[in-house]
């Protein structure tokens, strides 16, 4: 096949490197492995003279990170997929800041999905993602999440969020000064994501920033009144369980 994208593969353990090599020949037609290392050293030479479309990188290598191997190019000029083991801590920061990754052992239909994606995507701005996972995995601090759009990436901070709404694989976010932004990820993904102390689910199509109530209806069979003005449905299920979380925040006087 003609055009093919040239992929690299750079991970310090060798018996990695032959499986995704194995994996991209056998399942990735679009792709070829234009080269190999096993190191940040290493990889940033074979970088430089192989000029890859793609890399697949390890975070954690024998003489340091793949953030250091990416620290070293003042501009990044190819795709990067992270490949990680099993850490709930690194993942959760991978998720808010929509950075590409693959949990190891990779399968073969996540590798496909990952690199069909990375193609597709014309919004590639890889430095200020890896700039704010790097500050949420260093401090566990997740004050801010970041958004794809179809504009671009979009750095929000979370106290800034008034709610979201979905629409089957659609969320729009609903942020401070009547800022809002519409994204291709269902609204179960932020529900998820998003800390359980600041937000709240009070309807299948809502979730509420507890910080922004301004008061909670009894009209309508339930529903919410925010600083903004918006009125957001409550459901009857979940009433309840709202008043409890927010007599936590807001203990009654």
């Not at 999905?113 to 995507?121: A, G, M, Q």
């Not at 401090?139 to 901070?157: D, R």
């Not at 709404?165 to 519409?182: I, V, W």
């Not at 008061?215 to 339930?222: A, F, H, N, Y």
Request: glycine share 4%; charged share 30%.
């Amino acid at each position: 096949m003609k055009n093919k994208k040239s992929i690299a593969i750079i991970d310090d353990e060798e018996d990695a490197r032959q499986i995704l090599s194995t994996l991209i020949e056998r399942y990735c037609l679009d792709y070829e492995v234009c080269g190999e290392a096993e190191s940040v050293e290493t990889g940033y030479d074979m970088i430089l003279q192989k000029e890859p479309d793609v890399i697949l990188l390890d975070i954690s290598m024998s003489d340091g990170t793949g953030f250091d191997l990416l620290d070293k190019f003042e501009n990044i000029l190819f795709k990067v997929i992270f490949t990680t083991a099993h850490d709930q801590f690194a993942l959760k920061a991978f998720k808010y800041h929509a950075l590409d990754y693959l949990l190891k052992p990779i399968q073969p239909d996540a590798l496909v999905k990952s690199l069909t994606k990375i193609k597709l995507d014309n919004h590639f701005e890889l430095e200020p993602k890896i700039t704010e996972w790097l500050e949420s995995f260093k401090s566990g601090n997740y004050s801010k999440i970041t958004l794809k759009t179809m504009e671009g990436l979009v750095f929000i901070t979370l106290d800034d969020i008034y709610h979201l709404e979905g629409d089957g694989s659609y969320t729009t976010f609903y942020l401070k000064n009547n800022e809002k932004h519409l994204v291709s990820r269902p609204l179960k993904e932020f529900e998820e994501l998003l800390p359980e102390s600041n937000f709240f689910r009070t309807h299948q199509s809502h979730i509420i920033n507890l910080h922004a109530i301004k008061k909670i209806l009894r009209e309508d069979g339930g529903s919410i009144q925010l600083s903004d003005g918006t009125n957001i449905p409550l459901a009857r299920r979940r009433k309840q369980e709202l008043l409890d979380k927010v007599n936590q925040i807001f203990p009654s006087q």
